[in-house]
């Protein structure tokens, strides 16, 4: 399964039979949002790089649309990114939570190592401390400032 696929994966289960009035949760993880903001984030940024890329599929499910024309776009890595913290912080924010595999903590990781101090710089993933003997995903997590 792709990163997108996986990624995209985690978004369906986190938001599975959504109710209108779970819209307006608040998402603990990302300061004044709601739900309803997270997923307006998500699509936004997902049809913005279709768009970008000259893209205009024929559905009106921006994830799916997306997942069929990743390979074409240059910031996938980032989406499958924003899109499984995104899965995370709505799971929490409804009391679902979405469990990370392995592939998708390995994905967070190398992003978080590779960003290095410019990840501290944005105040969407700025690192907590993971507490002492935490588990792997709590430690993933704190790095992109998410604390279980």
């Known amino acids: 399964m792709s990163d997108v696929a996986r990624a995209a994966r985690l978004l369906r289960e986190a938001t599975r039979d959504l109710g209108v009035a779970e819209l307006s949760r608040p998402v603990p993880s990302c300061p004044g949002w709601t739900v309803s903001d997270a997923l307006t984030h998500v699509a936004e940024n997902l049809a913005g790089d279709l768009a970008e890329a000259g893209l205009h599929p024929e559905t009106a499910d921006v994830l799916t649309a997306y997942e069929l ?3 074409e776009l240059p910031r996938a890595e980032f989406q499958v990114l924003d899109m499984t913290l995104h899965a995370w912080d709505i799971g929490q924010a409804l009391g679902r939570p979405v469990e990370l595999g392995d592939a998708d903590l390995d ?12 990840l501290r710089d ?3 993933f700025r690192p907590v401390p993971a507490p002492a003997g935490a588990d792997r995903p709590t430690r993933v997590l704190a790095a992109y400032g998410r604390t279980p």
Request: proline share 0%.
């Open 69 to 71: 024309h990743a390979a």
């Open 107 to 118: 994905l967070l990781e190398t992003f978080a190592m590779a960003a290095g101090d410019r």
């Open 122 to 124: 944005d105040d969407a």
